[in-house]
């Protein structure tokens, strides 16, 4: 009888190790997901506030420009009445080297296009801002001078980081 009490308790004991165990197991699936959020390409277009065509054109440009780094998969532009915003992903090899992206990227777009001031970022939250500002002009009620209100806040968000 005491024995049969011995073997029940290592038995309960080891259901639960087992049950545990999966458990723990599953939580991984899960952060696999989320992470991959940070290396899916979303490719937004060109966001242009106000609807000129030269500043859509300049946008294009400043995105074929950006995306002909090997190093860089994803990026964002908006341009605004005075300020172009400039957000890209780098891939995940070439992260330690992030500084010096950025660096070569703003030197090449100063030199390309010397009357546009240009806030330009790697930083993922920035990239989040910006791609929810484009979603935001998609309705026809969100004003240019809103989206240009969040486009300052947004350029602000990346001068506080640095």
Do not use: W
Not at 68 to 97: C, P
Not at 138 to 150: F, L, M, T, V
């Amino acid at each position: 009888m005491k024995r049969r009490r011995i073997v029940t308790f290592f038995m309960l004991i080891m259901i639960t190790i087992v049950c545990l165990f999966g458990a723990g197991c599953e939580g991984n699936e899960v952060g696999k997901k989320s992470s991959l959020a940070l290396i899916k390409t979303t490719n937004p277009s060109p966001q242009v506030i106000g609807s000129k065509q030269k500043d859509k054109d300049v946008a294009e440009k400043v995105k074929k420009d950006v995306m002909s780094y090997k190093e860089i998969y994803d990026v964002a532009v908006v341009k605004g009445k005075k300020d172009i915003l400039v957000v890209y992903k780098v891939k995940h090899l070439h992260r330690f080297r992030m500084k010096k992206i950025e660096k070569n990227i703003n030197k090449i777009l100063e030199k390309k296009y010397s009357d546009e001031n240009f806030t330009v970022s790697s930083d993922y939250k920035i990239f989040l801002e910006a791609v929810q500002l484009k979603e935001k002009m998609k309705d026809p009620d969100y004003s240019e001078k809103d989206a240009e209100k969040r486009l300052k806040r947004i350029i602000s968000l990346k001068k506080e980081l640095t």
